[in-house]
């Protein structure tokens, strides 16, 4: 059958540098704290559950997806569609973490008859979008993807498949993640991917490292003429997308970036556009030696280096949100969109020189002229995931 058009109507974001898109556009343009984890630390999830006991039985990344589908819903308006039309699909690269080692650490110094009978639903990778389902009511496709830092990209490239195909009208997408726990961080600098100065310099030629951090970003995606009919405020619309693997390497990205190369070339062909047609991307750009310079390689590779695309990594202020990072980004996208303006790539003041030239924004906020843009996620296990997004038409 022919694919429909897919528009995003509402966004929702937690992240360390805001709460809200407001908050969440202000503190990309701000310098993050030094450290190397970055946490929502203002994060209140009482008020979206009746008590707090029912708040202490949804795990943390959970709580996010909650607090982030409640701004995007907000923002979107009455959807006014058939609950059993409405999807949710929200990515995790982890799940309830926090959950599982609590009480793993609970069972071995209290016994078996202490561990919570909540360990199961809580820590369970598709918990957010059940929850996120079941608040709502909404009974449509309601899924999950587990592809580490691909994620949330994937989770939104699965969602606007389903509306395009005719299997939902609307979905809730995007991805949630909470890891800043003892153990996971313990894994994290042990395998040294985290830097060891604390701060994030995506493509800078001092980076040593990501700095973790946690939350969540929601769109809500929405069939093009159901979204006029209701008088939705169209924010966006998702064109393409792609996925690819590697196969290469648990950890490091294949040479030369040729798995991301394959993926950003198939979500052109996806979105029916040209790589000339590319005005802007928001690069996954970890600030870590090897994903850095593949994801350059494969950027230059793809569109050139005589007429880059303008792009940037909010990974700066954001930290690597891991499963939660592309849907941030993507949302990153919206707003770039909608304020006319990309962010700086906050972190980066000494451009590699051993990586290929892209426009990189460095420095201050860039205006332009918005149009066709991707955003880029690259995750352990050799996962790649692209979306390109549009501007309202």
């Known amino acids: 059958m022919p694919t429909r058009r897919v528009v995003v109507t509402g966004l929702g ?32 999830p009482t008020p979206l559950f009746d008590t707090p006991k029912h ?9 996010f997806a909650l607090g982030a589908t409640q701004q995007a819903l907000a923002q979107a308006g009455n959807l006014d569609v058939d609950p059993a039309r409405i999807g949710v699909w929200i990515g995790t690269g982890v799940g309830g973490i926090e959950t599982n080692e609590r009480e793993i650490v609970k069972r071995h110094e209290k016994g078996d008859r202490r561990v919570s009978p909540f360990l199961v639903p809580m820590m369970m990778p598709n918990a957010a979008a059940a929850a996120v389902s079941m608040r709502h009511g909404f009974q449509g496709p309601c899924e999950n993807t587990v592809t580490a830092c691909a994620a949330g990209t994937h989770s939104i490239g699965n969602a606007t498949d389903l509306i395009r195909h005719g299997r939902a009208d609307a979905m809730i997408a995007g991805g949630a993640e909470a890891t800043l726990t003892p153990t ?25 490292g990501f700095v973790i951090a946690e939350g969540a970003g929601i769109l809500i995606l929405e069939e093009y003429e159901q979204a ?5 405020t169209i924010l966006a619309e998702i064109l393409g997308s792609a996925s690819t693997a590697d196969a290469h390497h648990i950890t490091a990205p294949a040479p030369g970036g040729v798995g991301a190369v394959r993926c950003m070339e198939l979500a ?23 994903n850095d310079a593949a994801e350059a390689h494969a950027l230059a590779n793809v569109f050139g280096v005589e007429n880059s695309p303008i792009v940037t990594s909010t990974k700066g202020v954001t930290g690597h949100a ?29 451009l590699d020189p051993e ?10 906020a860039r205006s332009w002229e918005p149009g066709p843009s991707m955003s880029n996620s690259f995750g352990f296990g050799g996962h790649n995931g692209s979306v390109v997004v549009g501007p309202p038409s």
Not at 202 to 208: L, S, T
Not at 322 to 350: C, D, H, N
């Open 268 to 290: 052109l062909e996806n979105a029916g556009l040209s790589a000339s047609d590319i005005r802007h991307i928001n690069a996954h750009g970890t600030s870590t030696p090897l």
């Open 55 to 63: 708040a202490r039985r949804a795990d943390r990344f959970s709580q």
């Open 355 to 364: 990586l290929p030239t892209i426009d990189l924004v460095m420095g201050e």
């Open 228 to 232: 006029l009919a209701r008088g939705a």
């Open 184 to 208: 996971s961080l313990a894994g994290f600098r042990n395998m040294t991917a985290m830097s060891k100065r604390g701060i994030s310099m995506p493509f800078d030629a001092r980076r040593d």
């Open 13 to 44: 974001v937690v992240a360390p540098c805001g709460i809200g898109t407001e908050a969440f556009w202000t503190g990309l343009h701000k310098s993050p704290p030094v450290g190397d984890i970055l946490s929502v630390e203002q994060w209140d």
């Open 322 to 350: 891991l499963g939660a990072a592309g849907a941030m980004e993507a949302a990153a996208v919206v707003l770039s969109i909608q304020k006319r303006s990309i962010p700086p790539t906050v972190g980066l003041e000494q």
